[in-house]
């Protein structure tokens, strides 16, 4: 079928799950994702360097894991890998998770987060940027350091990216039969394509939302005085993010590396 008056659009990859990310930084990985498919291999970079500390009078081994790009499942995967690989291995007393990721996919975040509770030996996260889905996959993490007064945290709320091209094509190309049985499934997104209506999205929205921001009081100190507008949406420089309790201290690698050896004197 040849569509003359359809408009040239670059080979964009949008993820379609419920989505904890920063708007601005999704719309910037897509965009670096079409530049001719220069960085199409995963966005996930994991490296387990050994770098020494010096705590209780001995040295300890730290290794080093990397987060980055716009998280998804099949990517994120490898890093929450790294990290049990990293809590098995009786060399390690401790790791460094260096964070860049402005976020993605709920699924992908709670993987991550998932192996960080379940740790046996301390999680320093050293972030760049740590937004949406990046504080849900780190905040239980023992501390939480920002690289420098520039670094970015935040943007703690739950959005979903649809595909308006899709609903102008989908029908002509795709027929759907759900059984008798079946009347709710994919409910909202086929009100969606066939009427342009969100609103079904929204009850599930506004409960991973809720889930977010009481998790978020749980595990990090979120100033009380604050906590309203610190879990609406927003991203705070370093400064405001420690002022509002997204994170513990502002430092460099080295300095992570220190706050690494003394949170592993309280682990055996």
Same mark, same amino acid.
């Given at each position: 079928?040849?569509?003359?008056?359809?408009? #040239?659009?670059?080979?964009?990859?949008?993820p379609s799950? /419920?989505?904890?990310?920063d708007?601005?930084y999704?719309?910037?990985?897509?965009?670096?994702?079409?530049?001719?498919?220069? *960085?199409?291999?995963?966005v996930?970079?994991?490296?387990?360097?050994?770098?020494?500390?010096?705590?209780?009078?001995?040295?300890?081994?730290?290794?080093?894991?990397?987060?980055?790009?716009?998280?998804r499942?099949?990517t994120?995967?490898? &890093?929450?890998d790294a990290?049990?690989?990293?809590?098995?291995?009786?060399?390690?007393?401790?790791?460094?998770?260096?964070?860049?990721?402005g976020?993605? %996919?709920?699924?992908?975040?709670?993987?991550?987060?998932n192996?960080? *509770?379940?740790?046996n030996?301390?999680?320093? &996260?050293?972030?760049?940027?740590?937004?949406?889905?990046?504080m849900?996959? #780190?905040?239980?993490?023992?501390?939480?350091?920002?690289a420098? *007064? #520039?670094?970015? &945290?935040?943007?703690?709320?739950v959005m979903r990216?649809?595909?308006?091209?899709? /609903?102008?094509f989908?029908?002509?190309?795709i027929?759907?039969?759900?059984?008798?049985?079946?009347?709710?499934?994919?409910?909202?997104? /086929?009100?969606w394509?066939? #009427?342009g209506?969100?609103?079904?999205?929204?009850?599930?929205?506004n409960?991973?939302?809720?889930?977010?921001?009481?998790?978020m009081?749980?595990?990090?100190?979120?100033?009380?005085?604050?906590a309203?507008?610190?879990?609406?949406?927003?991203?705070?420089?370093? %400064?405001?993010?420690? %002022? *509002?309790?997204?994170v513990?201290s502002?430092?460099?690698?080295?300095?992570?590396?220190? /706050?690494?050896? %003394?949170?592993?004197?309280?682990?055996?």
């Amino acid at each position: 079928m040849t569509l003359s008056n359809a408009p #040239t659009l670059p080979p964009l990859s949008l993820p379609s799950a /419920r989505l904890l990310v920063d708007p601005e930084y999704l719309v910037e990985q897509m965009m670096v994702s079409a530049d001719a498919h220069a *960085r199409a291999t995963s966005v996930v970079e994991v490296m387990a360097p050994a770098y020494s500390m010096q705590g209780s009078g001995r040295p300890m081994t730290a290794a080093h894991i990397r987060l980055a790009g716009l998280m998804r499942s099949e990517t994120s995967v490898f &890093v929450a890998d790294a990290l049990s690989d990293m809590m098995n291995d009786p060399e390690v007393n401790g790791i460094l998770l260096e964070v860049m990721t402005g976020g993605g %996919e709920v699924a992908a975040a709670q993987m991550i987060r998932n192996v960080i *509770r379940s740790r046996n030996k301390p999680v320093v &996260v050293y972030a760049h940027l740590a937004a949406s889905g990046g504080m849900l996959a #780190t905040m239980d993490a023992d501390e939480i350091i920002a690289a420098g *007064r #520039t670094a970015r &945290v935040g943007s703690i709320g739950v959005m979903r990216s649809l595909p308006k091209f899709m /609903r102008k094509f989908y029908g002509d190309m795709i027929e759907e039969v759900y059984a008798d049985t079946s009347p709710d499934k994919n409910k909202a997104f /086929r009100e969606w394509m066939t #009427t342009g209506n969100t609103e079904p999205f929204l009850a599930e929205l506004n409960a991973l939302d809720a889930i977010f921001m009481e998790e978020m009081q749980a595990a990090r100190p979120i100033n009380k005085k604050l906590a309203d507008t610190t879990l609406a949406g927003g991203v705070w420089l370093a %400064e405001e993010a420690q %002022e *509002r309790g997204l994170v513990d201290s502002i430092g460099t690698l080295q300095f992570s590396l220190t /706050r690494l050896a %003394e949170a592993a004197k309280n682990y055996s």
